[in-house]
């Protein structure tokens, strides 16, 4: 069973939303030796990292960057799994109220030096809430289940 670790940052009903689609795509009955964990940036740390075989990180567009428990989590995790987790496979959403540019270069910054492999574009959910981010979520969930389950990263 590989371990799929979901850490979202969810401050609204909209976010939850998202994070909870993304944990129902990589629950999928298609997906079979995946166990998948949601959990908010606050309650994730290196043990939870270090225990993971790939990583999906949801983050708000907050002043244009990642939201701050988002760059706390980083904060606590970084040297702990720098040296364990190269390689790990991860993906990115955003939920963006402008372009989620600065957003994606902070977050891709920090998983460069972590060494971790981005194994699909970040989702950059943009603009006003629409009922299809959910749907791109879930499928983003999926993928990335699906593709630790099937060995390709």
């Not at 949801?58 to 720098?82: A, Q």
């Amino acid at each position: 069973m590989k371990r799929l670790l979901i850490v979202a940052n969810m401050p609204s009903i909209n976010t939850t939303a998202l994070a909870k689609a993304v944990l129902k795509g990589a629950t999928h009955q298609d997906v079979e030796n995946i166990e998948a964990t949601l959990l908010a940036p606050l309650d994730t740390g290196p043990k939870q990292v270090l225990a993971a075989d790939g990583i999906i990180i949801g983050t708000t567009e907050n002043f244009g960057y990642m939201s701050g428990l988002i760059k706390d989590f980083f904060e606590r995790i970084y040297y702990p799994c720098l040296e364990e987790k190269q390689g790990l496979p991860c993906a990115l959403y955003i939920r963006a109220g402008n372009d989620g540019t600065g957003t994606r270069i902070g977050v891709e910054k920090i998983l460069s030096g972590l060494a971790w492999k981005m194994v699909n574009p970040p989702l950059i959910l943009q603009g006003d809430f629409q009922m299809s981010f959910e749907s791109d979520c879930e499928e983003l969930g999926m993928l990335i289940a699906a593709g630790l389950d099937a060995g390709i990263f």
